[in-house]
């Protein structure tokens, strides 16, 4: 392959391309709340969860372009809870990406319509044409319910109330892994499991990529964790120290910031491990958890 710096702005462009087309356009009425949706969406970022699901169906011999819906799917859910998080109710934060977050812009209302329209925009794009005329019922039942879950109350939402309730609480690491495993590496474990059902890969193949997307999910958070910590606020386009502000459970306030490295680095490993028998065709997700470990934003 080629450098994973060309392969993610490759697979970067992919996306944004088929995002603009799946996302309502700017003139459909009520047009405030289209704004406030394709603000957040096209507000940066590297689409990771994408690319992840895309190399994931590239993984186990699939075309990739099919998933591409899928993939803007997985990204309307991740824009939407960034957008929550943001409130004043949740962080209150009032720059993501270097840019003021929605309800800066548009109001806490309009903020959390706008995510709640993403979050219901992602299953219409699963239930469209494009995927129900090319992929079994049974394959996308699968698909709907891995990624309902992830984000749901046993998921991403589950993660999120128990980071709320543990914020200036003495907790031990299993809180910590809770939160960690939940509100950031089940949508992440969503983006490679659901690669790799549309990717045509076996249940074995889906099985190791769902491992491999929970360990390097994991692995990303703790790497936020430590970003917050000693990251620059300029690079990372938000404001950094806000975990020790709201005196948020994370693995630096746990264990320190050396053990939180190691351990990112180990659930790294582990991840890749999984893809032992994928051969080639699993070597952008091999290096794209590298990354995540050693990025600075």
């Known amino acids: 392959m080629d450098t994973l ?3 993610l702005h490759r697979q970067q462009q992919r996306v944004e391309t088929a995002l603009d087309q799946w996302l309502p356009a700017l003139d459909q009425y009520p047009p405030g709340l289209m704004d406030a949706m394709r603000y957040s969406v096209f507000a940066g970022g590297k689409r990771l969860r994408p690319t992840l699901m895309l190399a994931a169906a590239e993984s ?12 803007c799917a997985i990204e309307c859910i991740h824009t939407y809870s960034m957008i929550h998080d943001d ?7 009032d720059y993501r990406r270097g840019k003021p977050t929605n309800h800066i812009i548009y109001g806490e209302a309009i903020a959390i319509l706008a995510g709640d329209a993403l979050l219901t925009h992602a299953f219409e794009i699963l239930s469209s044409p494009d995927l129900t005329e090319r992929f079994s ?6 698909v709907s319910r891995c990624m309902a879950t992830a984000a749901g109350s046993f998921g991403m939402i589950g993660g999120q109330v ?7 609480q003495v907790v031990d690491l ?3 892994e809770y939160i960690h495993r939940h509100k950031t590496a089940a949508l992440i474990e969503a983006s490679t499991t659901v690669g790799g059902l549309l990717g045509g890969g076996s249940p074995e ?4 990529l769902r491992a491999f997307g929970h360990q390097v999910g994991w692995a990303f958070q703790i790497t936020d964790d430590i970003l917050d910590v000693e990251g620059n606020a300029a690079t990372l386009g938000k404001a950094v120290g806000r975990d020790a502000e709201l005196d948020k459970a994370t693995y630096p306030a746990v264990l320190g910031l050396e053990a939180s490295r190691q351990r990112a680095t180990e659930l790294m490993q582990h991840g890749i491990e999984m893809l032992h028998t994928f051969g080639d065709r699993a070597e952008p997700l091999r290096q794209i958890a590298a990354y995540i470990v050693s990025r600075d934003i």
């Open 87 to 93: 409130l004043p109710a949740m962080d209150d934060d």
């Open 205 to 208: 193949q889906v099985d190791a």
């Open 60 to 71: 186990v011999g699939g075309d990739s372009e099919p998933v591409l819906p899928a993939a």
């Open 137 to 142: 019922a049974e394959v996308l039942l699968q």
């Open 5 to 7: 710096e060309a392969y």
């Open 162 to 168: 128990v980071d709320m309730i543990s914020e200036g």
């Open 174 to 176: 299993s809180v910590v």
